[in-house]
């Protein structure tokens, strides 16, 4: 059964086009992961910007291995004095979707 994930990353102002620019290339690599189904951008704007990624993977071992991936760790070490906060990551499993096109 596939693993979902749902991440918030809410960036400083003064770097909100580059955390998109890293996102769009941390998006690019991660799909094409051997474990990787979906991985998808989104931004939420209103008083405060916030990016939200949906992924969905096999499994927890595909998880990891988008964790380990040299893609993902630049991505972390590029970012990291980029955000408001730490990411608010969640780990879900389906219960009722649809079918992928």
């Known amino acids: 059964m596939p693993i979902s994930i749902f991440a918030t990353i809410c960036p400083k102002p003064e770097y909100r086009d580059a955390l998109e620019q890293a996102l769009r290339s941390l998006v690019a690599d991660s799909r094409a992961e051997p474990g990787n189904l979906r991985y998808d951008l989104f931004v939420r ?31 972390r070490a590029t970012v990291a004095d980029w955000l408001v906060s730490a990411p608010q990551v969640h780990l879900a499993r389906p219960l009722d979707t649809a079918p992928f096109a």
């Open 45 to 75: 704007e209103g008083d405060e910007v916030a990016f939200e990624l949906f992924e969905l993977y096999t499994d927890h071992a595909a998880i990891e291995a988008h964790r380990q991936s040299a893609h993902y760790q630049a991505y």
